[in-house]
T-cell receptor, first 114, second 110 residues
Framework: DGGITQSPKYLFRKEGQNVTLSCEQNLNHDAMYWYRQDPGQGLRLIYYSQIVNDFQKGDIAEGYSVSREKKESFPLTVTSAQKNPTAFYLC?????????????FGPGTRLLVL | LAKTTQPISMDSYEGQEVNITCSHNNIATNDYITWYQQFPSQGPRFIIQGYKTKVTNEVASLFIPADRKSSTLSLPRVSLSDTAVYYCLVGGSRDDKIIFGKGTRLHILP
């Protein structure tokens, strides 16, 4: 059963703590993305990776870090430098056919600060 | 990057056809138009994608006029379960990033 999985579904962070959100896909997609969504808002791009061992900052990368050591995995670390981390985090992977890219999303992780 | 404009919210009733229009005046020649649906606390789900004229699948239809400066997502005979946020996106070609706006919050009433 192919798809994108994110874990955990809920995550709690204490002040000054780094936490890592998992994203795995078995769709054999090259590109992967991390978005942040705040209540009532659209999605904002944090980081993206077009290929293994390469990634680029999105619009709101400050306070976050990523790695892409394997094609199927793209973990996101929310560092203590991110002062307002409470949000819904969405991971996506994409396939490009011809000139057009289509993204497929995971179920999301909701991060809460204690 | 092509910017899109769509209504913030819409209400409709069960059994009605719902049309959500999206404006994208600076769409580029290579850009496709894609619509996603998002339920609360879930990731967006791909609905439909098109380049010109009309595209239809089992879920929706997408109408794109000749100038491609707008598009209309049509949902036939909506039900309560169609209550969601619908995003119109333009772009996503190899040299472009997909940009999500705030979407249209569709509320279906009984």
């Amino acid at each position: 059963d192919g798809g994108i999985t994110q874990s955990p579904k809920y995550l709690f962070r204490k002040e000054g703590q780094n936490v890592t959100l998992s994203c795995e896909q078995n769709l054999n997609h090259d590109a992967m993305y991390w978005y942040r969504q705040d209540p009532g808002q659209g999605l904002r791009l944090i980081y993206y990776s077009q290929i293994v061992n390469d990634f680029q900052k999105g619009d709101i990368a400050e306070g976050y870090s990523v790695s892409r050591e394997k094609k199927e995995s793209f973990p996101l670390t929310v560092t203590s430098a991110q002062k307002n981390p409470t949000a819904f985090y969405l991971c996506a992977s994409s396939i490009t056919q011809g000139e057009q890219e289509t993204q497929y999303f995971g179920p999301g992780t909701r991060l809460l600060v204690l | 990057l092509a910017k899109t404009t769509q209504p913030i919210s819409m209400d409709s009733y069960e059994g009605q056809e719902v049309n959500i229009t999206c404006s994208h005046n600076n769409i580029a020649t290579n850009d496709y138009i894609t619509w996603y649906q998002q339920f609360p606390s879930q990731g967006p789900r791909f609905i439909i994608q098109g380049y010109k004229t009309k595209v239809t699948n089992e879920v929706a239809s997408l109408f794109i006029p000749a100038d491609r400066k707008s598009s209309t997502l049509s949902l036939p005979r909506v039900s309560l379960s169609d209550t969601a946020v619908y995003y119109c996106l333009v772009g996503g070609s190899r040299d472009d990033k997909i940009i999500f706006g705030k979407g249209t919050r569709l509320h279906i009433l009984p």
